[in-house]
């Protein structure tokens, strides 16, 4: 599994290179999101993996890259090869690229 910062996620969601898949909780979400993410909360992952396509390119996200890197783990023991976890997740994301998404 790699880790990516959020200047490296900005540039592949720009080319439309990754699926971006949020996994924090549906409360977090209502209070800053990135705009084309598939949200599935880590809980509901197992659950819900058939749902990702395992041949695309993956970027998992978090609040600050805790969840998103075990969720990136859980995703290549289950197959998928192309799988990130985005460092610093949504937090960095609000001080690096886009400060319009709230800090919480």
């Known amino acids: 599994m790699k880790t990516i910062s959020v200047a490296e996620l900005k540039t592949l969601l720009d080319a ?7 996994v924090r909780g549906a409360d977090e979400l209502a209070l800053a999101s990135i705009a084309g993410a598939v949200h599935i909360p880590m809980h509901e992952l197992p659950q819900r993996v058939g749902e990702l396509d395992r041949q695309a390119p993956i970027a998992a996200l978090c609040h600050h ?11 290549e023991k289950n197959g998928f090869g192309d799988v990130a976890s985005v460092a610093g997740g949504i937090d960095a994301w609000s001080i690096e690229i886009d400060p319009a998404v709230p800090r919480y």
């Open 65 to 75: 890259g805790v969840r998103s890197e075990l969720a990136a783990r859980f995703l």
């Open 16 to 22: 439309k290179a990754v699926t971006l898949v949020d």
